[in-house]
C-alpha cells in the first residue's frame, strides 16, 4: 500500500490533532537524524583498537572506563573495570572469579 499526498487530505480533515501530531513526530525524526549525523561520523572516524589486558576493545576520544571479560577455562572468566587518566589506561579492580554462560 502506498500513501500519496492527496489520500493524506481526507485523513487531515477527518482528524487534525492526529495528522498534526504525525507531522510533529516525522519533523522532530528528521530533525534529529540530521543533528546526530556528524557526531556519529566523527565519532566512528576517531575510533581506535587497543588491548587492555589482553582484551581487544574499540575506543572512541571520549571513552573514560572500560569493562573487560576475559574467558579463562570452560566459563570461568576474569572480569576488569578499567580508567583512563591521563592518556594512560589503569586497571583499577579486577574479579577472578567470574562466570559466563
Do not use: F
Request: proline share 4%.
Amino acid at each position: 500500500m502506498t500513501l500519496r499526498p492527496m489520500t493524506l487530505l481526507p485523513m487531515m480533515l477527518r482528524r487534525p490533532m492526529l495528522a498534526l501530531i504525525t507531522m510533529a513526530c516525522a519533523a522532530a525524526l528528521l530533525l534529529n537524524a540530521l543533528a546526530a549525523g556528524p557526531a556519529l561520523a566523527a565519532d566512528q572516524e576517531a575510533a581506535r583498537t587497543v588491548r587492555l589486558g589482553g582484551v581487544k576493545v574499540e575506543l572512541t576520544n571520549k571513552t573514560r572506563q572500560v569493562v573487560t571479560v576475559k574467558q579463562r577455562s570452560g566459563w570461568h572468566s576474569r572480569v576488569s573495570l578499567w580508567h583512563r587518566a591521563g592518556g594512560d589506561w589503569h586497571r583499577v579492580q579486577t574479579a577472578r572469579d567470574g562466570r559466563t554462560g
